[in-house]
């Protein structure tokens, strides 16, 4: 569904991506962990067309990802949620229906603002939310034209527990659609009970791909060890 092959994105002398590749199939969810400045959020807008790569190649879908055609085929949820101040929240739904030409889009949609606690909202303007709430409609919106791949760059940022469980438990509902799923987060243990594999960048390398159990079969004395304490074990600068 993904291929992202010997992508670099360079700022000055810097690679802030360096050449990194890896694939993403159906039905799959990946955890994309790194510590501050590692490039996960760089990498997740390199693909969906926010950034301009420096070079390497991108394929969603078996299309190019700037193509119009891959566009069609994901939703993208911010760190940063960004919604429009003159708009209420039912009417940022009927924007991404129309701008997607998805029928019958009402009842899903209200759905979904059930599901995010957001029924009572529908006609607040986008400028009087809290982060919390755009980032519920920012989810709400990139769920409504059932895309078969999404990128979510620190979704649990800013929202209440209940929010964080209901948003997993959308993780799973979509797996089970066969969609495919690209997390970018900070919070490792919301990730860990989702995830079908790991990715772990640090200085824009990839430094670890695979499960869960494999890189901890990986690591030494990783015996008993928990994915943050791996995550630790394998970004820690090396000292004498």
């Not at 869960?212 to 630790?232: H, R, Y």
């Amino acid at each position: 569904m993904l291929s992202v092959s010997n992508l670099i994105k360079r700022y000055g002398k810097q690679n802030a991506v360096d050449d990194i590749s890896f694939e993403l199939g159906g039905g799959e969810v990946v955890g994309l962990l790194g510590p501050n400045g590692a490039g996960k959020s760089t990498t997740m807008k390199c693909i969906v067309g926010l950034l301009r790569k420096t070079s390497g190649e991108i394929t969603i879908g078996g299309h190019d990802h700037l193509s119009v055609e891959a566009k069609r085929l994901f939703s993208y949820i911010p760190e940063t949620p960004y919604v429009y101040d003159l708009l209420t929240v039912r009417e940022h739904l009927q924007f991404i229906a129309q701008a997607y030409g998805v029928r019958d889009w009402k009842e899903k949609g209200e759905e979904l603002l059930n599901l995010f606690e957001l029924d009572d909202k529908g006609d607040k303007l986008g400028r009087d939310l809290s982060k919390g709430m755009r980032q519920k409609v920012s989810i709400c919106c990139a769920l409504l034209p059932d895309p078969d791949i999404l990128f979510f760059d620190e979704p649990m940022i800013g929202l209440d527990p209940k929010a964080i469980k209901n948003t997993r438990q959308v993780f799973r509902d979509l797996k089970e659609q066969g969609k495919t799923i690209l997390v970018s987060t900070h919070l490792i243990d919301s990730v860990e009970s989702i995830a079908d594999r790991i990715m772990i960048l640090k200085n824009g390398k990839i430094i670890g791909n695979d499960t869960i159990q494999n890189l901890k079969a990986q690591a030494e004395g990783s015996d008993g060890a928990t994915l943050e304490d791996l995550f630790l074990q394998l970004t820690e600068d090396a000292r004498d």
